[in-house]
C-alpha cells in the first residue's frame, strides 16, 4: 500500500539552478538610449555644419587668433578684470559688513548703494564716468563747504584704464555685497554663538569662523559674478580702451571681410577665459568643503579613472558570465 502511495505522487522533474549559475538581467532603458542617440545626432548635426561651412573662415579665425592686436586687446582684458574683480570684493565685503552693523546710517547708505548700481546699466555707469570731467573739472578733499586741502586735476586722474576699472568695479561690488551678506547669513547662528561664547574678539569672529565657512556659499556665487565680469569688460570698448572685444571691433572694421572669424576669435577666448575660471571654481569649493563633507568630491582625473576601472570590472564580469 505504502508503495502504491509513493508511485502515485509523481515528483517534480525540474530542480531549481544553482544560485551561481543564475544571472541578474539589469533594467533596461530604452528611452534613455534613443534621447541619447538625438543628442549625439544634433550635436554631429551642428559639428559637421560648423566644419565644413565656408561662411566661417577657419583659415582666417587661425591667422587671427593669435595675432599681436589680439593678444594686446586680451592683456587689457585680463588686468582690468583682475583690478575690477578685488576691487569689486573688497569693496563688496565692506558694503556686506554694512549691511549687518546695527548702525542705522551704514545699513541705509549701503542699502542705498546697492540698490543704485543694480538698478543702473552698466554701460550707462561707464559713459557716466567717461564724461566725469565735465561736470567736475577737479576734485577736491577738504572740510565740506569749506577750505580744500587737497585738489586733483579729474582729467589726469581718469585715464581709459581708470574709468573702466572704477565703472565695473562700483557695478561688481553691489552685486558682490549680495553674494557676501548671502554667504554669511547661511552660517548657522550656532557658530556666531559659540564663538561668542569664548570670548573672541568681532574680528577673529569673522576672519577666522565665519567667513572660511560662508565662503562655501561665497564661491560659486561670487564665481558667477567674476564670469559675468570677464563678459561685462566688453562694454569698456565705448569707453575708448581697446580690450578683447574692442580689437575684434577695430579689425573687424578694417577687414570688413572677416568680421565673422574675428567674431570667432573673440568667442574662442572668452570660452577659454570662462573655462579657466570654471576650473579654479571646482578646485576652491573642493578646498573649502574640507570638514563639511564626509569624502572630498573627485576631480575630473579621478572620476576619468573610476569610470575606466569600473569599464573593465564589467567588461570582466561579463566575460566571465
Known sequence: MSESL???????????????????????HPGRWIASAIVLVVVAQIVHG?????????????????RPTILDGLLITLEVTFYS??????VGILLALARLSRSPVLRAVSWVYIWLFRS?????????????SALYKTLSLGVPFGPAFFTFDESRL??????????????????????????????DQGQHEAASALGLPKGYQFT?????????????????Q?????????????????????????????????????????TAWYLILTSV?????????????????????????????TGLRDLRARVRKEAAI
Open 6 to 28: 509513493g508511485s502515485a505522487v509523481p515528483l517534480s522533474t525540474t530542480e531549481p539552478r544553482p544560485a551561481a549559475a543564475q544571472r541578474v538581467l539589469p533594467l533596461r
Open 85 to 90: 574683480a578685488v576691487l569689486g570684493l573688497l
Open 120 to 132: 543702473v546699466p552698466l554701460i550707462v555707469v561707464l559713459l557716466f564716468l567717461y564724461n566725469f
Open 158 to 187: 581718469a585715464t581709459d584704464m581708470v574709468v573702466a576699472v572704477v565703472g565695473l568695479s562700483l557695478n561688481e561690488a553691489a552685486y558682490a555685497a549680495e553674494v557676501v551678506r548671502g554667504g554669511i547669513l547661511s552660517v
Open 208 to 224: 577666522r569662523i565665519v567667513f572660511p565657512q560662508a565662503l562655501r556659499s561665497i564661491t560659486p556665487n561670487y564665481v558667477n
Open 50 to 66: 560648423l566644419a565644413t561651412n565656408p561662411f566661417f573662415q577657419w583659415d582666417r579665425f587661425q591667422y587671427w587668433f593669435l
Open 277 to 305: 575660471v570654471s576650473v579654479v571654481q571646482f578646485y576652491v569649493e573642493r578646498y573649502y568643503s574640507r570638514g563639511a563633507l564626509r569624502s572630498l568630491p573627485p576631480t575630473p582625473l579621478q572620476k576619468v579613472r
Open 226 to 266: 567674476l564670469i559675468g565680469l570677464i563678459k561685462g569688460t566688453s562694454l569698456v570698448f565705448y569707453v575708448s580702451l581697446l580690450d578683447l572685444f574692442g580689437s575684434v571691433q577695430s579689425m573687424g572694421s578694417t577687414y570688413p571681410g572677416d568680421i565673422v572669424p574675428l567674431l570667432l576669435v573673440a
